[in-house]
Every structure is written in structure tokens, then in C-alpha cells.
């Protein structure tokens, strides 16, 4: 028997749904409790029914209320979700030795991103086995281009499909990022001719990034990168971790050949 189509089945279901992700979203990108009054602001949904899909939410442990219970943020079963999604991502999984090995080649913190619309979001992370060292979660979402990640990735895009994904005006994160949509252009260009993206402290001060896409399909979907503080790097030592990262973009090519 053929499924109902959405106006058939009542919209209302269709957008109880919607209301649900975008009510999800919105706590996953603000860490902490919010107010009703603060959720209703942005999400501008009709304070009752907000009222009672956070209730039930609750009920089912998508969301936390703190002990007051008048105020709302994330819940665990969001964590499980999220878990599962990298245990089973079949990239993941197949670039773990090549991210051990380039851990233990570099002796510095790298990552594993993957492109989610203007965001790259963090797959995998080896931490740097020095004292100094920045900190990254897995499940961090950053914007794409102030990350060398995020650069390598819309390297593989045209530069229409850029201007068509990006605004004009980007978002600063450091006195260092680019926030002018031709300017990171021109700069994507010069990435695609060498073959690998550079943060200049463009996210975070005092760190530079070397980031390469993972070609295993086109436009490129996966990034990996090499995060270290300025205060370590040398001429030679950033030689080093180019080559680095270009040895394991051929092994993770190797390994996602069949994906």
C-alpha cells in the first residue's frame, strides 16, 4: 500500500516534525539552559505548543530541564544518537590507522571533518602529545571558512557553487579570518593549485591549521587537517607536516576507495 503524501497524512504531523529538529538544533548549537521565553524568541513557534513538545521531549530524554524545571537545554539520548552515527560512519572507520599514524608522525593534534552545508563538523580527533596543545571536541561544528578544513573542502567546489553556499559577508571569528566572500575565493583558488588549505589563527589565536580534502568522491565531502600553535612552527616543521598530510591523503584515498 502506497504511503500517504504529507497533505494527505495532515500537515500538522509534517510540521510537528519539523518543529522537533529545529527545536534539537537549536539546543545543540547553544550549550546551557535556556528559558521557554529565550526558545520562543528564536524559534518564534507559539509559546503553548512549544510548552508541550519540550515536555515531551523531556519525557522521552531528547531534553534536560534543570531543577527549577523552567529551564530547558540538550538531553543524553541526543549523545547516543551522535555516537552512533560516527561508530557506524564507514569513513571513520577506515581512516582510523591513517589518523593514528599521522598522530604519531606529527606528534601534533589532527582531525577529521566532513561539510555540512556553510559548517564542517568534527568526525575524529588525535590529540597532540605536547603539553601545549588546542582542544577539540568530536561533534564541534565550525564555520567552514575560517577553518583549514572548511577551505580544503570548498577548494573542491566551483566558485559559483561558493558564492551560491556562502554570504557575502562571512562571520569573524579572530582579527585574522576572512570575511569578504571574493577575497576567500581568490584564496580557494590558490588552494586548489597547491593542494592544501592554511588557518592562519583565522579561528583560533595563536594556532595555525594545514588542512587537505579526502578525495573519495567529488566535490570532496571529508577533510583532514594538522593543528599547530604558532609558537612551535618553523619553516621546516610546516614542510614536514605538509608532506605529512600529503602521505595520508594517499592512504586515506586508498582506503575510501571502495565507499
Known sequence: MALPTPAEAGGSQVKS????????????????????????????????????????????????????????????RA??????????????????????????????TIHLARLDGTDVVYLATRQSQHYLRPFTRVGRRLPAHSTSLGKALLATHSDDQVRHLLPERLEALTEHT???????????????????????????????????????????????SCSVPVARLTPGREQEIRDALFTARDRLALATRHL
Request: some cysteine.
Open 178 to 224: 576572512l570575511t569578504d566572500r571574493e577575497a576567500l575565493i581568490e584564496e580557494l583558488r590558490l588552494i586548489r593549485q597547491r593542494g592544501y588549505a592554511v588557518d592562519h589563527e583565522e579561528n583560533t589565536l595563536g594556532l595555525r591549521c594545514f588542512g587537505i580534502a579526502v578525495p573519495y568522491r567529488t566535490p570532496a565531502r571529508d577533510a583532514v
Open 17 to 76: 516534525a519539523v518543529r522537533t529538529v529545529e527545536l534539537l538544533e537549536y539546543f545543540a548549537g547553544r550549550p546551557g539552559m535556556h528559558s521557554l521565553a529565550e526558545v520562543q524568541t528564536a524559534l518564534g513557534y507559539p509559546k503553548s505548543s512549544l510548552y508541550m513538545l519540550l515536555r515531551t521531549l523531556v519525557e522521552l530524554g531528547w531534553v534536560e530541564t534543570d531543577a527549577t524545571a523552567t529551564r530547558y537545554g540538550i538531553g543524553v
Open 79 to 108: 549523545l547516543l544518537v551522535g555516537t552512533s552515527y560516527i561508530d557506524g560512519d564507514e569513513v571513520v572507520a577506515a581512516a582510523r590507522p591513517t589518523l593514528d599514524r599521522l598522530a604519531d608522525e606529527t606528534t601534533e
